[in-house]
């Protein structure tokens, strides 16, 4: 599981920073998508992998740490991706508006010679 | 607690002054004077206290445990400024009241000064070293406000700006300075440190701070060499000349050097430093002062030398001098702020202040003249006024220095005031001689309540002058005492002394000055110079002017070769520094490979992320001409991260990043419509270049490198077993101390509630910020059209008006099906809400449920009828969630808690049962409003761009116009 986990997240970043070095502005809002996600799984499993471990300390059960995952980075993940959409809108009402402005979809707003 | 009030009334008075209507010159200059009156008087009933030795103090705990308190203390040296500083101001209220046009806008003019005031009582009366700086930066940055009160002329901008620059440098050595003798003297505390002198000045560090603190007065005092911003601040107002370079500003400096006196002063160091600023300053600012043709600067240059005065005398360190300096700086102030308004009333009637052109106004403005001529006389130092007998205390000093043969310093003070006799003739010499009849109008008398405050200085100079023991002494004796302590020696204010060497060199003075200026106005025709003689080359304005050319060169020059504009070289470093970190992790990263956990694989998941990765890969090669391929193929990649958070045991992660998940896409499809297509560069018959594709290569290998590290540092975290972190609090404390069991829930809305208010407050203003950019959007001319898509026959909305969409909607069956599913969605949403402090759910996925189940309805039965059907304010919600999240964390302070604190009630109803009614329900109902609303109102605002372009009269109408023909 660790392996697919490490390399899941390799693959989506690598993926994420190509698209980002890309000069055309909507090839850079998916490569921030793909970069969240792949930043957004590498701080949930610093809190490592558990499986049927829900934080749901229901009053049942005594609190053990080992019973259930861990909560902290679950509770930053969740908050870094509602934050993250709202950066993707913000950031592609700027893409938007930039390619009304300055006629090109280049992220510097202007086209260099010879470009993809 | 009465220092307090010296202090924030000029404060609160400016506040006020600044709300008062624009032309409310009388109520404003009433206002400003009642508070410099109510200081003054507060102050003058202390003197009985201050005059006895003790010393006034008011402290405020600030920082106790750094040993850092607010202090206010008041003795007799920072009695006799703060009447100085309360009293010209009261004058120069007055005085301003007359002066300033009714078209000046004049509540900035009374709350700058105002608050001006402020800033020098602060500096007065501030018992603790930081604190003093920090009013110090104060009265820097409302001189600057205040010299460029004129904005409009680029004389005032360049002359505020220029003083603001030297001073506030000066400021920042001070503040050093001041840090390096708190430390030697292990106290900020102004009395602790004034015990320390012995300690300080055998100190390794004694000479840095004394030249550091040096810098800091002597840039405020306008010392040589940083004279020059002085004269370049005459731009100002008259009134605010008179204040600032009569009596305050300027005398900061003094100030504090005569403060910091008993612990600096009396070593060689001291005497060369200080000493040396002021014989340069105050010969040079002299000789200037005969040659310039402006009243104004001659004043300005005039004040530079005696300032210079005052520094030498302070240099001297002796304590008969010190009580000289104390002396010529009440005696300065007071012949230099009459002078000023003088000059004030002078350009005011005849609308010059030029020398050249002026003369003969004895005859026009006699009371005036008489005015200005005693007080340039006490200037000269003329016997029976105040100026004479600071001077002669100078000169007496002056012999002192050094041996009996080194006669270098009593040369310098008798060319001194050679000079200043000289150019005090020169300033009288506009009242006589013919009057210049050019002008239409002759100029009169001022108003009488205009001249008063030149009168009132002018009688005080006389009073001194002639009166000197009776007047003055109580008052100079406190002051002095507070700087000397009991160490007073014996000094005699009297007129006087019977004949002997200070007389000499006074007469010496006046003979020389007269016979000099006779001289210089035989043979160097005064009126027709323009540069200086000798001096002309000193030019410290060229050099500031220089020195902040070649800054903002070297600055452009630096942003040149590190910075760039464009925005993929910084990805590629700031990627580089990312990879480089994650490699100086790898390589301190103990691996100890006996404590190895791992987890079986499962193969279900392993094909999950072969789907999800391929998807990646997938959108990162299809992005730039396959648009919506890449968006379903990202998709695909998010479904696959929200089932592993689901799978990983985290169910509300998974919940919300499915429900972003679909909510970006529909944004991103919205987007789309926006963006022209984009034709290959196959078809286009484009080759790559070399260079392209180097790029690419380099791209492609930074992008492999990246993904490969952050797979290693993933993979050795997570084989690494769990270690204790701050996780088991919060699992042991959510239920019994949060009230509910969902541990992520409770740490979003109680363990960390304040987090969650910030993000909820970013969130509301990304929306707004989406909601104003789309205000002004001008899409680009390309996709200006109706897209073909939307034209097409086969859509019925293609032949829909907008009103005709509101009444039938535009999916219609769909539509139906959808209606019946909106309540249940909300009901699913309401479900989630409610149950989320317990189980997953919350404000989160609960608004992004309602959101999208609002959304669907505007995709299929189209905004019109939505919109026509249900007012859905998206602001509304923005604001009573963000309202009630911050109400609901206020609620906690009624009981006494800090804000934010929680509480879980439970409440038995009749037919409900037992209720779980925790307070932060109401913060997470804050959540939800708050996450429906920017959602909402991003999507409205973006999808209402695709209405407002149908509106212009299109290509519908033109087709419906077919229809019917057909």
Redesign the interface.
């Given at each position: 599981m660790e392996l697919i986990l490490a390399l899941a997240i390799g693959i989506l970043f690598g993926s994420g920073v190509w698209l980002v070095l890309r000069p055309r502005s909507f090839q850079v809002i998916t490569g921030l998508l793909l970069l969240s996600y792949a930043v957004n799984l590498f701080i949930f499993i610093t809190g490592r992998v558990h499986i049927n471990k829900p934080p749901l300390t229901l009053p049942e059960q005594a609190a053990t740490a080992m019973q259930y995952a861990d909560p902290l980075p679950q509770g930053l993940v969740l908050t870094a991706i509602v934050i993250g959409f709202a950066t993707t809108a913000l950031y592609l009402v700027v893409l938007l508006g930039s390619r009304g402005l300055t006629g090109t979809d280049h992220v510097d707003g202007k086209e260099r010679e010879h470009d993809e | 607690m009465l220092l307090l009030l010296l202090i924030l009334l000029p404060f609160i008075g400016a506040i006020a002054a600044a709300c008062m209507p624009a032309h409310a010159r009388n109520r404003e200059a009433w206002f400003a004077a009642a508070i410099a009156l109510s200081g003054l008087l507060i102050t003058l009933s202390q003197f009985a206290v201050v005059s006895e030795g003790s010393i006034l103090r008011y402290e405020i705990a600030w920082l106790p445990a750094y040993d850092l308190n607010l202090i206010f203390r008041m003795d007799g040296l920072a009695w006799l400024f703060t009447v100085l500083i309360q009293g010209i101001c009261l004058l120069v209220v007055l005085y301003a009241r007359y002066y300033m046009s009714p078209k000046d806008p004049v509540p900035r003019f009374f709350a700058f000064l105002l608050a001006f005031m402020g800033a020098m009582q602060g500096v007065v009366l501030s018992g603790n070293l930081i604190q003093l700086v920090m009013f110090w930066e104060l009265t820097s940055l409302t001189s600057f406000l205040l010299i460029g009160y004129w904005h409009h002329r680029p004389d005032a901008r360049r002359g505020a700006r220029m003083a603001f620059t030297v001073t506030s440098i000066g400021g920042l050595c001070l503040l050093i300075g001041v840090l390096l003798l708190g430390h030697i003297a292990g106290s900020y505390d102004l009395d602790k440190v004034l015990l320390a002198g012995e300690v300080i000045r055998t100190h390794a560090w004694y000479l840095p701070t004394l030249i550091l603190i040096a810098l800091g007065a002597l840039t405020k005092s306008a010392q040589f060499p940083f004279h020059f911003w002085l004269p370049h601040a005459m731009a100002a107002p008259t009134p605010v000349s008179a204040y600032l370079h009569s009596a305050t500003m300027v005398k900061a400096g003094i100030f504090l050097l005569m403060r910091l006196w008993p612990v600096l002063a009396g070593t060689p160091e001291w005497t060369w430093i200080i000493g040396t600023a002021g014989v340069c300053t105050m010969l040079i600012g002299a000789f200037l002062a005969i040659f310039q043709h402006d009243l104004k600067g001659l004043l300005a240059y005039s004040t530079i030398s005696h300032l210079g005065l005052i520094t030498c005398l302070l240099g001297i360190g002796t304590p008969l001098a010190m009580v000289a300096a104390i002396f010529h700086t009440l005696n300065h102030a007071t012949f230099k702020a009459s002078l000023f308004m003088a000059v004030g009333i002078i350009d005011h009637e005849t609308g010059s202040r030029d020398m050249r052109t002026l003369s003969g106004l004895r005859r026009v403005l006699p009371y005036t003249a008489t005015l200005a001529i005693v007080a340039s006389a006490a200037m000269a130092g003329v016997p029976l006024l105040n100026g004479f007998l600071s001077k002669e205390m100078f000169f007496a000093e002056a012999l002192l220095v050094g041996s009996a043969s080194n006669w270098w310093m009593s040369a310098a003070a008798v060319l001194m005031a050679i000079f200043g006799v000289a150019y005090s003739l020169r300033f009288i010499q506009v009242f006589f001689g013919p009057l210049q009849s050019g002008d239409n109008s002759t100029p009169h008398e001022p108003p009488r309540w205009m001249r008063f405050p030149v009168e009132l200085l002018v009688l005080c100079c006389l009073i001194v002058g002639i009166l000197p023991e009776l007047s003055i002494g109580l008052l100079l004796g406190a002051a002095a005492q507070s700087v000397l302590g009991d160490a007073i020696p014996e000094y005699s204010l009297a007129i006087w002394h019977g004949v002997n060497l200070p007389l000499v060199m006074s007469v010496l003075a006046f003979g020389g000055g007269v016979v000099f200026y006779r001289w210089l106005v035989a043979r160097c025709n005064l009126k027709l110079r323009d540069n200086v003689p000798l001096l002309h080359r000193l030019n410290g304005k060229e050099a500031y002017e220089t020195t902040m050319l070649l800054l903002a060169a070297g600055a452009a020059r630096l942003e040149r070769w590190l910075g760039t504009?464009?925005?993929?070289p910084q990805?590629?470093i700031l990627?580089l520094l990312g990879i480089s970190a994650a490699l100086l992790m790898l390589w301190y990263l103990p691996t100890t490979l006996s404590a190895l956990?791992?987890?079986?694989?499962?193969l279900p998941?392993?094909l999950l992320?072969l789907v999800?990765?391929s998807c990646?890969?997938a959108?990162?090669w299809q992005?730039?001409y396959h648009?919506l391929a890449?968006?379903i193929l990202?998709g695909g990649?998010?479904i696959v991260?929200s089932l592993?958070?689901l799978?990983?045991?985290?169910?509300?992660?998974a919940l919300?990043?499915l429900m972003?998940e679909t909510?970006?896409t529909i944004?991103?499809l919205l987007?789309l419509r926006?963006?022209?297509a984009?034709i290959s560069?196959r078809k286009l018959n484009l080759v790559?270049?070399s260079?392209?594709k180097l790029?690419?290569i380099r791209?492609?290998s930074?992008?492999?490198t990246?993904?490969?590290?952050?797979?290693?540092?993933?993979?050795i975290?997570?084989?690494q077993p769990?270690n204790?972190?701050?996780?088991?609090f919060?699992?042991?404390k959510?239920?019994p101390e949060g009230g509910g069991?969902?541990?992520?829930n409770v740490?979003?809305v109680d363990f960390?509630n304040l987090?969650?208010l910030g993000?909820i407050t970013?969130?509301s203003i990304?929306?707004l910020?989406?909601y104003a950019?789309?205000r002004?959007?001008?899409?680009?001319?390309e996709s200006m059209r109706i897209p073909p898509q939307q034209t097409n026959p086969v859509d019925p909305a293609s032949s829909q008006l907008p009103g005709e969409q509101a009444a039938t909607g535009y999916l219609q069956v769909p539509a139906v099906y959808l209606r019946l599913l909106l309540p249940i969605i909300i009901v699913v949403a309401i479900y989630f809400f409610m149950r989320g402090h317990?189980?997953?759910g919350g404000g989160?996925i609960a608004g992004l449920i309602f959101a999208v189940a609002l959304i669907i309805q505007y995709m299929l039965a189209g905004t019109a009828w939505v919109e026509a059907r249900l007012k859905l304010q998206p602001h509304r919600w923005i604001s009573i969630g963000l309202g009630l999240a911050t109400l609901s964390g206020m609620g906690a302070w009624l009981f006494g808690y800090p804000f934010l604190t929680t509480h879980t009630a439970h409440v038995t109803l009749p037919l409900l049962g037992e209720l779980h009614l925790p307070s932060a329900f109401v913060f997470d109902l804050g959540v939800f409003a708050v996450?429906v609303g920017?959602?909402m109102l991003?999507l409205i605002a973006?999808a209402h761009q695709a209405v407002r372009s149908h509106r212009i009269p299109g290509q519908s109408n033109e087709y419906r116009a077919q229809q019917e023909q057909k």
């Open positions: - | 504009r464009r925005l993929q990805l590629v990627i956990q791992f987890t079986p694989i499962n998941f392993a992320w999800g990765c990646a890969i959108a990162a992005a730039k648009r890449a968006l990202v990649t998010g991260t592993t958070f799978w990983l045991s985290a169910p509300d992660v919300t990043q972003v909510v970006t944004l991103l987007g926006w963006l022209p984009r560069a790559a270049t260079r392209d790029r690419r791209d492609l930074l992008a492999i990246a993904g490969v590290v952050l797979t290693l540092v993933s993979y975290i997570l084989i769990e204790q972190t701050i996780s088991l919060f699992l042991e959510s239920l069991s969902n541990v992520v740490l979003l960390r987090d969650t993000e970013v969130l990304v929306a910020t989406v950019l789309l002004r959007f001008r899409p680009a001319p317990n189980l997953p989160f996450v920017t959602t991003i973006l």
